[in-house]
């Protein structure tokens, strides 16, 4: 298995909502991402989690909240989002957070995520 | 700071034609650049990686090279098909930094008949 899954595709909230992502990774990876992408610009980084521990928070606001149940998950959860928080968001994994070529960050296909 | 640029932003090409794309990095010290192609609406997915010592890898009708002397790359698309038509992105990474990757704005290609 050499892909990164997420759920849902698509997801439309109201701004009092709690939502959930979910990604999931079968590929033995240590290191696990989340990203946040407008539209025609990059990636940016949200959160890093290393052997399941929080390693890297991009000073995101707290209505985003990241948890790291076991090695393969890694979820996102949402409340109180505002419309500007909608875009797409990634998730990412790699074997490690080490240098190297071989370190390649597996990105899933994203969730499409509008608060309305 | 860390910069990653490309040019063009956005290309438009007919069916069957070459093009290069340009990628400019201020990334240091230097570990890493990789070239993803991102469909609309999905993940990037990883074309090429190049290290320091190398200048010229190709992965089917994709060629990169780089010059870490100038810290430019190209990315150079032989025979374009339609399904060529997706965001081009370089993305450089720096050693240490906990694999933090820096993205360039991509270059929007458009492959048309």
């Known amino acids: 298995d050499t892909e990164v899954t997420q759920t849902p595709k698509h997801l439309v909230m109201g701004m009092t909502n709690k939502k959930s992502l979910k990604c999931e990774q079968h590929?033995?990876?240590?290191?696990m991402y989340w990203y946040k992408q407008k539209a025609k610009k990059p990636p940016e980084l949200m959160f890093v989690?290393?052997?399941?521990?929080?390693?890297i928070n991009e000073s995101v606001p707290s209505r985003f909240s990241p948890e790291c149940p076991n090695s393969s998950l890694l979820n996102l959860h949402l409340h109180a989002l505002q419309p500007e928080d909608s875009a797409l968001y990634l998730c990412?994994?790699?074997?490690?957070?080490?240098?190297?070529?071989?370190?390649?960050?597996?990105f899933g296909p994203g969730t499409r995520l509008t608060v309305l | 700071k860390n910069q990653v640029e490309q040019s063009p932003q956005s290309l438009i090409i007919l069916e069957g034609k070459n093009c290069t794309l340009q990628?400019?990095?201020?990334?240091?010290?230097?570990?890493?650049l990789r070239w993803y192609k991102q469909d609309t609406g999905r993940g990037p997915v990883s074309l090429t990686i190049?290290?320091?010592?190398?200048n010229t890898k190709s992965n089917g009708r994709y060629t990169a090279t780089l010059d870490a002397d100038t810290k430019q790359s190209s990315l150079h698309i032989t025979a374009s098909q339609l399904s060529d038509s997706a965001s081009y992105i370089c993305?450089?990474?720096?050693?240490?930094?906990?694999?933090?990757?820096?993205f360039g704005t991509g270059t929007q290609l458009k492959v048309e008949l």
């Open positions: 990412a994994s790699s074997l490690g957070l080490a240098g190297g070529p071989h370190n390649e960050q597996f």
């Open positions: 590929m033995g990876h240590r290191a």
């Open positions: 989690y290393s052997y399941e521990k929080l390693s």
């Open positions: 990628c400019n990095y201020t990334v240091s010290p230097f570990s890493n």
């Open positions: 190049m290290t320091f010592s190398e």
């Open positions: 993305v450089v990474r720096a050693t240490g930094g906990g694999n933090k990757l820096t």
